[in-house]
């Protein structure tokens, strides 16, 4: 019994010491609820990486590289945490689709947010084939892989780019060119193709434009390139720019695009706080109005799930969206589930003439294969509709999972615990009373 | 037990209510949000006013914009579905909604491209399929014990039809909800489907069980009972307990609806019907189906 009280008061004590974690840094700020982008306002942009325009065998690097490009032009940009991620999606049929995923908290004009990205140019050197004229440059070219082959150097293996002036011939004109310095694999991959293809044209494309479609006269080691293609000294300096800031390794579609103010977010915010403490209220109200003295335990233990889910979300962290808070919601109705299962088995030993100790022991032991149960197919809904789920919809999957997890924990630990902690072996009527239900029948 | 002895009137009210959920169905139909169809979806306020809406579809078809509806919400804002847009159209959204000295702000836009929308699609029946197919194993391992004197394939089946007719009710009720207020079937009402039959299944599932516990007490006392009797003392037994924890679910439910967010009102009311048809079904269904299943059987 001793045993027991510890116990009970270990976990009380461990509920506030977590209660105590969540309300400080509440106040100071550290570790604070990461909210989603519905919440918090700003701008989600999904690009499609188009490996069909330019095919390569390095699909994860460079979907790498796209996504540190993107996040280094982002941070240029002052956007505070953005988040950059690749994912791949796709339908049944056909090959996966390889995505950018870019979230702008704060940027609430769609079409700022787009420019922002879209001014990261791409860059590409391929092989023209062997027996094709080299096409017209500077205009956009519409089969570009018939004439020529797979891209070998891109934009993931450029570091810098200035501009300078190229020597006329003759020493007449002067004309702006682009300097490019790759990377050790990118000037490597270079010089071994210019060694190797002496003779043929390679073509630099820019957002996929032929700039200039020169010839390989001899090798060129030393990992640098020029580009020139009848630029303007300022426009030169601008592509030089671009550059700097990074290229693209594969050309990028937007394809599906979110924003949320932040008036709307703050408003869903509140409403989310509201409905979380009105709908704690009023369950545990009616869990001390049903069940008296076992809900109230049982809201001691809602209490205990509340804190540690909170805890979790802080720590984890969970991003929190609209659909999130729906599901927290949500899993306060369902944790107290495994307490009125526990309590109705409970009265129904009572009134088969058990002691009120052995109807608590029997309760728990008859209800848990129905918890047990329920909880196995609220997981499984939970787990298909992770995978199923975009980020909306995986948001409610996490919680509430989390949810239908910690409260098998604390609804049947924590109050079994607290019950037995009590201790009651009384017969009077008042202890009977306090465990009869509101709808207690003698028969 | 009154629920089993007049089990005919709850029969009637679960067809009556089936029924017109089915004739919602087939009038008002689905209606597929941009989530499943791609398309453009634009909540705009207007601070000072709304203006009217043939004003900002004037302006709307000048910027041709084609196949798009407007519908009012809230007290200052509209919503606007339409196709996916072009650069152009999205980089003056702003100034093409805004009408006279009523300018407008864009509280929330999404776009999703056809590609997105397909593969969603295809996501949700699969997730559909996935759950299905794992209730029906989780059924066909809670029922593997045969019993007596209706055989266990039998309580399966027909927690499989109160599955179906928790499903019916809450979809014969979007496709009204979609014709008089405008909801469309996103992805939020997909979850809201699958988390009621995650939910409800396990109703079921503790009624029968009890009434296989009380069967197998009986065999083992040597008492003899009408199934009938048994079936109405183990739903008796369970009642309390079905709807109280489909009442505290209800509750969080009802406050998310009433005081809760916008973008999940019309997810918390689907849940609302889904788990109140799930609560009746198990409570008012299921067992009465299973004593008029008994009693066929024992009248041939």
Request: aromatic share 8%; proline share 4%.
């Given at each position: 019994m001793l045993a027991r009280r510890i116990i009970a008061l270990v976990i009380l004590l461990a509920g506030a010491g977590v209660g105590w974690f969540l309300y400080s840094s509440q106040i100071s700020g550290w570790k604070p609820f990461r909210l989603g982008l519905d919440l918090s306002g700003g701008t989600q942009l999904v690009y499609r990486a188009n490996f069909?325009?330019?095919?390569?065998?390095?699909?994860?690097?460079?979907?790498?590289?796209?996504?540190?490009?993107?996040?280094?032009?982002?941070?240029?940009?002052?956007?505070?945490?953005?988040?950059?991620?690749?994912?791949?999606?796709g339908?049944?049929?056909?090959?996966?689709?390889?995505?950018?995923?870019?979230?702008?908290?704060?940027?609430?004009?769609?079409?700022?947010?787009?420019?922002?990205?879209?001014?990261?140019?791409v860059l590409e050197f391929r092989l023209l084939k062997k027996d094709v004229e080299p096409p017209p440059t500077g205009t956009p070219l519409q089969n570009m892989n018939e004439f020529f082959e797979a891209p070998a150097v891109t934009g993931k293996h450029l570091t810098s780019s200035k501009i300078e002036f190229n020597q006329g011939v003759g020493g007449i004109a002067n004309e702006p060119v682009v300097a490019l310095n790759f990377n050790s694999e990118g000037?490597?991959?270079?010089?071994?193709?210019?060694?190797?293809?002496?003779?043929?044209?390679?073509?630099?494309?820019?957002?996929?434009?032929?700039?200039?479609?020169?010839?390989?006269?001899?090798?060129?080691?030393?990992?640098?390139?020029?580009?020139?293609?009848?630029?303007?000294?300022?426009?030169?300096?601008?592509?030089?720019?671009?550059?700097?800031?990074?290229?693209?390794?594969?050309?990028?579609?937007?394809?599906?695009?979110?924003?949320?103010?932040?008036?709307?977010?703050?408003?869903a915010v509140g409403?989310?706080?509201?409905?979380?403490?009105?709908?704690?209220?009023?369950?545990?109200?009616?869990?001390?109005?049903w069940y008296r003295l076992p809900g109230l335990l049982s809201v001691a233990a809602l209490a205990l799930y509340v804190i540690a889910v909170l805890a979790l979300f802080k720590l984890i962290p969970v991003t929190l969206s609209a659909a999130g808070i729906a599901a927290f919601i949500l899993s306060i109705g369902m944790a107290v589930d495994a307490n009125i299962l526990i309590f109705e088995r409970t009265r129904e030993e009572l009134h088969g003439g058990k002691s009120i100790k052995d109807a608590i022991a029997e309760g728990f032991h008859r209800a848990w294969p129905s918890i047990r149960d329920s909880n196995i197919s609220s997981?499984?809904?939970?787990?298909?509709?992770?995978?199923?789920?975009?980020?909306?919809?995986?948001?409610?999957?996490?919680?509430?999972?989390?949810?239908?997890?910690?409260?098998?924990?604390?609804?049947?630990?924590?109050?079994?615990?607290?019950l037995l902690a009590l201790g009651i072996e009384a017969k009077s009527g008042v202890v009977r009373f306090l465990f009869e239900s509101g709808a207690s029948r003698k028969n | 037990m009154?629920?089993?002895?007049?089990?005919?009137?709850?029969?009637?009210?679960?067809?009556?209510?089936?029924?017109?959920?089915?004739?919602?169905?087939?009038?008002?139909?689905?209606?597929?949000?941009?989530?499943?169809?791609?398309?453009?979806?634009?909540?705009?306020?207007?601070?000072?006013?709304?203006?009217?809406?043939?004003?900002?579809?004037?302006?709307?078809?000048?910027?041709?914009?084609?196949?798009?509806?407007?519908?009012?919400?809230?007290?200052?804002?509209?919503?606007?579905r339409a196709q996916n847009m072009t650069e152009d159209q999205r980089?003056?959204?702003?100034?093409?909604?805004?009408?006279?000295?009523?300018?407008?702000?864009?509280?929330?836009?999404?776009?999703?491209?056809?590609?997105?929308?397909?593969?969603?699609?295809?996501?949700?029946?699969?997730a559909l399929a996935a759950v299905l197919i794992c209730i029906l194993l989780f059924i066909a391992f809670a029922f593997r014990k045969v019993s007596r004197p209706v055989s266990s394939w039998v309580y399966g089946l027909i927690a499989l039809i109160t599955l179906v007719h928790d499903v019916i009710i809450p979809v014969g009720f979007y496709a009204a909800l979609g014709h008089f207020a405008g909801a469309q079937i996103d992805t939020l009402f997909i979850t809201a489907v699958l988390t009621v039959l995650g939910f409800s299944i396990h109703d079921t599932i503790v009624v029968f069980d009890r009434v296989r516990e009380n069967l197998r007490v009986n065999g083992e006392r040597n008492r003899r009972e009408d199934f009938a009797e048994t079936a109405g003392r183990s739903l008796g037994q369970t009642f309390v307990r079905s709807v109280n924890t489909s009442l505290t679910v209800l509750i969080t439910l009802l406050v998310l609806f009433f005081i809760g967010p916008e973008s999940t009102r019309y997810f918390a009311l689907t849940l609302l019907v889904g788990i109140i048809a799930g609560t009746y079904s198990s409570i008012f269904l299921a067992t009465p189906l299973l004593v008029q299943w008994e009693k066929r059987r024992s009248k041939k």
């Amino acid at each position: 019994m001793l045993a027991r009280r510890i116990i009970a008061l270990v976990i009380l004590l461990a509920g506030a010491g977590v209660g105590w974690f969540l309300y400080s840094s509440q106040i100071s700020g550290w570790k604070p609820f990461r909210l989603g982008l519905d919440l918090s306002g700003g701008t989600q942009l999904v690009y499609r990486a188009n490996f069909e325009a330019a095919p390569t065998d390095d699909v994860s690097g460079a979907m790498a590289s796209l996504r540190d490009t993107i996040e280094r032009r982002v941070n240029l940009f002052g956007v505070s945490e953005p988040i950059v991620q690749t994912e791949r999606g796709g339908t049944l049929a056909g090959a996966p689709e390889e995505r950018l995923i870019v979230e702008l908290p704060g940027i609430t004009d769609t079409q700022q947010a787009i420019t922002l990205i879209g001014q990261t140019p791409v860059l590409e050197f391929r092989l023209l084939k062997k027996d094709v004229e080299p096409p017209p440059t500077g205009t956009p070219l519409q089969n570009m892989n018939e004439f020529f082959e797979a891209p070998a150097v891109t934009g993931k293996h450029l570091t810098s780019s200035k501009i300078e002036f190229n020597q006329g011939v003759g020493g007449i004109a002067n004309e702006p060119v682009v300097a490019l310095n790759f990377n050790s694999e990118g000037g490597k991959i270079f010089a071994d193709l210019t060694r190797d293809n002496v003779g043929r044209y390679f073509g630099i494309f820019l957002d996929g434009i032929p700039i200039s479609v020169p010839v390989i006269r001899e090798a060129i080691p030393g990992g640098t390139a020029i580009i020139s293609g009848n630029f303007t000294a300022e426009g030169a300096r601008e592509l030089a720019r671009n550059l700097n800031y990074g290229a693209l390794p594969v050309p990028i579609e937007l394809i599906a695009t979110q924003t949320v103010s932040g008036t709307l977010g703050g408003e869903a915010v509140g409403k989310g706080i509201a409905a979380g403490v009105w709908g704690i209220g009023a369950v545990a109200l009616f869990m001390l109005l049903w069940y008296r003295l076992p809900g109230l335990l049982s809201v001691a233990a809602l209490a205990l799930y509340v804190i540690a889910v909170l805890a979790l979300f802080k720590l984890i962290p969970v991003t929190l969206s609209a659909a999130g808070i729906a599901a927290f919601i949500l899993s306060i109705g369902m944790a107290v589930d495994a307490n009125i299962l526990i309590f109705e088995r409970t009265r129904e030993e009572l009134h088969g003439g058990k002691s009120i100790k052995d109807a608590i022991a029997e309760g728990f032991h008859r209800a848990w294969p129905s918890i047990r149960d329920s909880n196995i197919s609220s997981m499984i809904t939970a787990v298909i509709l992770f995978w199923f789920g975009t980020s909306l919809i995986k948001g409610f999957a996490l919680v509430f999972g989390l949810g239908v997890l910690v409260s098998m924990l604390t609804a049947i630990t924590v109050s079994r615990t607290f019950l037995l902690a009590l201790g009651i072996e009384a017969k009077s009527g008042v202890v009977r009373f306090l465990f009869e239900s509101g709808a207690s029948r003698k028969n | 037990m009154v629920i089993v002895k007049n089990r005919n009137i709850f029969f009637a009210l679960t067809g009556a209510l089936v029924l017109a959920s089915v004739i919602s169905l087939m009038f008002f139909g689905l209606r597929l949000g941009i989530d499943f169809t791609g398309g453009t979806l634009a909540q705009v306020t207007y601070p000072s006013g709304r203006p009217s809406a043939e004003e900002i579809s004037q302006s709307l078809t000048k910027a041709r914009f084609t196949g798009y509806s407007l519908r009012e919400a809230g007290t200052n804002d509209y919503v606007l579905r339409a196709q996916n847009m072009t650069e152009d159209q999205r980089a003056n959204l702003i100034e093409i909604l805004s009408v006279d000295s009523n300018s407008a702000e864009i509280s929330q836009l999404n776009e999703i491209g056809p590609t997105i929308g397909k593969e969603l699609r295809n996501k949700a029946l699969i997730a559909l399929a996935a759950v299905l197919i794992c209730i029906l194993l989780f059924i066909a391992f809670a029922f593997r014990k045969v019993s007596r004197p209706v055989s266990s394939w039998v309580y399966g089946l027909i927690a499989l039809i109160t599955l179906v007719h928790d499903v019916i009710i809450p979809v014969g009720f979007y496709a009204a909800l979609g014709h008089f207020a405008g909801a469309q079937i996103d992805t939020l009402f997909i979850t809201a489907v699958l988390t009621v039959l995650g939910f409800s299944i396990h109703d079921t599932i503790v009624v029968f069980d009890r009434v296989r516990e009380n069967l197998r007490v009986n065999g083992e006392r040597n008492r003899r009972e009408d199934f009938a009797e048994t079936a109405g003392r183990s739903l008796g037994q369970t009642f309390v307990r079905s709807v109280n924890t489909s009442l505290t679910v209800l509750i969080t439910l009802l406050v998310l609806f009433f005081i809760g967010p916008e973008s999940t009102r019309y997810f918390a009311l689907t849940l609302l019907v889904g788990i109140i048809a799930g609560t009746y079904s198990s409570i008012f269904l299921a067992t009465p189906l299973l004593v008029q299943w008994e009693k066929r059987r024992s009248k041939k």
